[in-house]
């Protein structure tokens, strides 16, 4: 797949995860693409005890284009089955609710991989200027008990395009005087030519 690994783009401190044991730990498995077969410091991201839904809200500094995205999950049958992913989505946005209900941008039907080789390619049409993603992964290979996810990487490339930067402006058609003050209206002595 094309581009290069989008951990650098990742707001990785606002990561949020639902249902998760420990709520760091959505931030701790997103790793650079290249340290997915390193073994991970501190604990996966795991669901609570007899509960395999997870949704995962991954923020990103400025927009994205997302070409691919690789989930290596725990073993023993612990690793999420499918993924349904929303483009977009405010944190929140998404819940355990509606997540079944709501059109996903993708979905994906995923293997157990334990070694890192395989990579799901986004509908990369649906992946441009992409602020935001937020990931559902609503069981595991058991069908019950805990979900356990060792790492999750993004592939694809950044914009710089920064959407915190945009600028809301009221323009004028046609100016109203009463809406324009002069100096000598707010008491300041005129300017003398």
């Known amino acids: 797949c094309g581009g290069s690994s989008l951990h650098g783009y990742v707001n990785h401190p606002r990561v949020s995860a639902l249902n998760a044991q420990e709520d760091e730990a959505a931030a701790r498995v997103i790793r650079p693409w290249d340290e997915r077969t390193q073994t991970l410091v501190g604990d996966p991201l795991r669901s609570d005890d007899d509960d395999p839904e997870l949704i995962v809200h991954v923020p990103f500094v400025s927009d994205v284009k997302v070409r691919g995205l690789m989930i290596i999950g725990g073993g023993g049958g612990k ?80 914009t710089g395009n920064r959407r915190d930067m945009i600028v809301t402006a009221v323009y004028e058609s046609r100016p109203m005087a009463e809406d324009h003050r002069t100096p000598a209206e707010d008491g300041a002595p005129a300017a003398i030519l």
């Open 79 to 158: 690793a999420p089955s499918s993924m349904k992913v929303w483009v977009n989505k405010p944190a929140g946005d998404i819940s355990f609710d509606n997540a079944s209900r709501r059109k996903p941008t993708q979905s994906f039907d995923l293997a157990e991989d334990l070694r890192g080789e395989l990579e799901y390619q986004t509908d990369f049409t649906q992946f441009q200027a992409v602020s935001s993603l937020t990931l559902f992964f609503p069981s595991n290979k058991n069908g019950n008990g805990t979900t356990e996810i060792v790492f999750l990487g993004f592939r694809g490339e950044g």
